[in-house]
C-alpha cells in the first residue's frame, strides 16, 4: 500500500511541473516576458534554467529516477519561486498560492527525506 501511494504522490507532486514546463517550452516569449515582469534577472537564461528544472526534475520524479534529488531541487524551487511571484503579504490570493508553494515544497521533502517507494527506476 504504502509504495502504491508514494507512486501516486510522485504523479500528483510531478504533474504540476511537467505542465508548467512544457507550456513554457511551448511559449519562451511569454514566459520570458512573465519571467522579466518579475524583475528576475537573465530573463531569456532564467526562462530555459526555468524549464530544465520544470520538466527535467518533474520527469525524474514522475518516474522515480535521482528522484530523492529532483525533490530537492523542486522543493528550493517551489520556495523561491513563491517569493518571486507570490509573495505579497497585502494579497490574500497571492499569499494563498505562495502557501501552496510551501505545501508541495513540503511534500517534496517528505519524497527526499524517504525516497520514491518500490515502483521507482532507482529501484531496479
Known sequence: MADLAALLGRLLLSAIFIQAGYHKLIGVA?????????GLPVPHVT??????????????????????WAALVL????????????????DSGQMIH??????????????????PGRFAISRR
Open 98 to 115: 505562495f502557501m501552496k508553494n510551501l505545501a508541495i515544497a513540503g511534500g517534496f521533502l517528505q519524497l527526499a527525506a524517504f525516497g
Open 30 to 38: 511569454a514566459a520570458t516576458g512573465y519571467i522579466a515582469k518579475l
Open 47 to 68: 526562462v530555459w534554467l526555468t524549464i530544465a528544472v520544470e520538466l527535467g526534475c518533474g520527469l525524474a520524479v514522475l518516474v522515480g529516477f535521482r528522484a530523492r
Open 75 to 90: 522543493a528550493a524551487f517551489c520556495v523561491a519561486s513563491g517569493l518571486a511571484a507570490h509573495y505579497h503579504p497585502e
